[in-house]
């Protein structure tokens, strides 16, 4: 028998992700929305209501926020933070969305968490790793992820089985990498692994500042 149309109630749902050719993640995630959709109404045609997927491609403007920004970090962050912070607002305001899923980096949550909790608009990620965002106690932020400081017992386990006495962390100079420090640091000093150096990584580096970094990281670490 036919589904009568009619009843459907459309339930506006934003979801920003980064849909480059050359961006897995925000495709793959996609397919999945769109797959668990299709199975979800498949076997739940009783319900009246239908979550309508409003997309947004966040990716050219990211690219376009980190060419603009390489002079500085905190521009950079700025820059991204503001572009993505535009498409969510544009979800939010002009389709009225109920809920938003993205963001896809953690960078990009970090700036719209306050959105949402002041339109009072859910936003869930499954991609944004950070530990440092579960400082952020938003109750309109959910993160469908393990965060990065689970892969701290991996790591100090491996300094175990080969014995190493001392650990140099290499990371990132973003949300990515300072967010795990901290729970790796204390992991390494729980095993009697002293962490002598942090070596921090610009986004912006190039290949010579890559290798004078990581020397300076080997003597610090000697």
């Known amino acids: 028998m036919a589904q009568n149309t009619t009843s459907i109630i459309p339930l506006n749902v934003g979801v920003v992700l980064d849909l ?3 961006h897995l993640d925000g495709n793959i995630g996609l397919s999945c929305i769109n797959m668990s959709l299709s199975d979800f109404y498949a076997t739940h045609g009783h319900y ?3 979550l309508v997927l409003n997309i ?7 690219v376009r926020a980190a060419a603009a920004g390489i002079q500085t970090r905190d521009f950079q962050l700025h820059t991204i933070g503001v572009r993505f912070g535009h498409l969510a607002l544009d ?4 389709v009225e969305v109920q809920a938003i899923i993205g963001p896809t980096t953690s960078m990009q949550a970090n700036f719209v968490i306050d959105l949402g909790e002041k339109a009072q608009v859910p936003i869930t990620s499954f991609s944004a790793s950070s530990p440092s965002l579960t400082s952020i106690r938003s109750p309109y932020f959910f993160r469908a ?4 400081s689970t892969q701290v017992n991996a790591l100090t386990a491996l300094v175990q089985a080969f014995g190493w006495r001392a650990a140099v962390p290499i990371y990132i100079d973003n949300e990515y990498g ?3 420090i901290p729970y790796l640091t204390d992991a390494l000093q729980a095993v009697d692994a002293r962490v002598p150096y942090q070596s921090v990584i610009s986004l912006s580096a190039t290949d010579d500042q890559i290798v004078e970094e ?3 990281a080997d003597d610090n670490a000697n």
Do not use: A, F, M, W
Request: net charge positive.
């Open 20 to 22: 480059d050719n050359d």
């Open 48 to 50: 009246k209501t239908r």
């Open 56 to 62: 947004r491609d966040s990716k050219k403007d990211v």
């Open 91 to 94: 979800l939010i305001k002009n």
């Open 145 to 148: 992820t393990q965060n990065d």
């Open 178 to 180: 300072e967010g795990i």
């Open 214 to 216: 990581l020397y300076k």
